[in-house]
């Protein structure tokens, strides 16, 4: 995914609530459909979050500048965040029972534990810094405060989320 809105589209094919969010322009947050300066990634409140694809359209605009704004996921009873440290996550997704079975994990260089998995639930986590209903995950291609947001675990080759317990017994 190259855009904002690539991204968005795909995350609503999943079922996946999304809202759109500011784009990093030098060294500020702007909003590019209306050219001016925002506070904060966040454009909108999270219980603004769409699934619906003609909605994504209207909220994410193809400008002639080709600027656009970037996604933020929010979490749900059935899509769940967690946080970890980055060089745990990179162990973890190299094994062999996570590549047999991939989860979306998101890297957020600007989180205090960068590496964000995407789950289907937290049930079996306890100790992870597990996100609130509600809570936002910026999607790639965006910015957090001048840090490029990556994959570790791109949404595209993962066909399922993975559940709290299956990540959980990974950690074991």
Not at 11 to 28: F, I, K, S, T, Y
Not at 31 to 39: C, H, I, M, T
Not at 79 to 102: C, G, I, N
Not at 129 to 136: K, L, N, R, S, V
Request: aromatic letters at 6%; proline letters at 9%; glycine letters at 4%.
């Amino acid at each position: 995914m190259t855009n904002g809105l690539e991204c968005a589209l795909a995350c609503v094919e999943r079922g996946w609530p999304v809202v759109p969010g500011a784009l990093w322009h030098n060294d500020n947050y702007m909003d590019p459909v209306f050219g001016r300066e925002w506070e904060s990634l966040e454009l909108c409140p999270a219980d603004m979050a769409v699934t619906d694809e003609d909605l994504v359209r209207l909220w994410w605009p193809v400008l002639p500048s080709r600027l656009m704004r970037s996604t933020l996921v929010v979490t749900v009873a059935d899509l769940v965040a967690v946080a970890l440290e980055l060089d745990r996550a990179e162990h973890l997704v190299t094994l062999k029972a996570f590549t047999a079975d991939p989860t979306p994990v998101v890297v957020v260089p600007a989180f205090e534990r960068p590496a964000v998995f995407l789950l289907s639930s937290s049930r079996g986590l306890s100790r992870e810094e597990i996100f609130p209903i509600g809570a936002t995950v910026p999607l790639p291609p965006s910015v957090v405060e001048g840090r490029e947001v990556s994959w570790l675990s791109p949404m595209a080759d993962c066909e399922e989320l993975m559940t709290g317990e299956q990540l959980s017994l990974l950690m074991m």
